[in-house]
């Protein structure tokens, strides 16, 4: 069990770790490709959360988010993958602010086809967020050490 669960947490991590290099990779003067598909999310993000705090919010750069997104993709994976719950915590932030704004499904009609896109890699991010919660449920139920009690031995006569 213990070189299936290791095998199976390096699988898992290494969509994030893989991601997090790819962004890395791409990350240039300019942000790359991510800073340019998030701008407009973030900045509707921005202009919904001014409406509602008011003015007091400020200026949100999207190459610093990008950044924190690498590290904690990157940094999380690699703890997930040697059996830290801190690990699969980071990956649950990562997922937990990220994916809604991301996969914006909801600012679409059902009829458009980009609708049922964004809905399925919603769900899916949805999916890695409840395995990494089992992770961390099944991590704190199992006991760490498995206390053996010693056989009485027979006494002889």
């Given amino acids: 069990m213990g070189f299936a669960s290791f ?3 390096v699988l898992f991590a290494s969509l994030f770790i893989l991601s997090a290099w790819q962004t890395f990779h791409d990350f240039g003067d300019d942000g790359g490709p991510a ?3 998030l701008a407009p999310r973030v900045a509707s993000c921005h202009k919904f959360l001014t409406s509602k705090i008011g003015n007091g919010l400020p200026k949100i750069d999207v190459k610093h988010i990008v950044l924190a997104s690498i590290a904690i993709k990157g940094l999380g994976g690699l703890l997930f993958v040697f059996g830290g719950s801190t690990g699969a915590y980071l990956l649950m932030y990562y997922l937990l602010f990220t994916t809604p704004i991301v996969y914006d499904f909801y ?3 059902i009829d ?10 919603f769900l899916q991010n949805v999916a890695l967020f ?3 919660l089992f ?3 099944m991590k704190k139920s199992s006991p760490r050490k498995v206390i053996r009690k010693k056989a009485p031995k027979a006494k002889t006569t």
């Fill in 7 to 9: 095998l199976g947490r």
């Fill in 35 to 37: 800073v340019k598909e």
């Fill in 107 to 109: 600012n679409y009609d």
């Fill in 112 to 121: 458009e086809p980009v609708f049922h896109m964004l809905l399925a890699e």
């Fill in 130 to 132: 409840g395995a990494l």
């Fill in 135 to 137: 992770f961390v449920e």
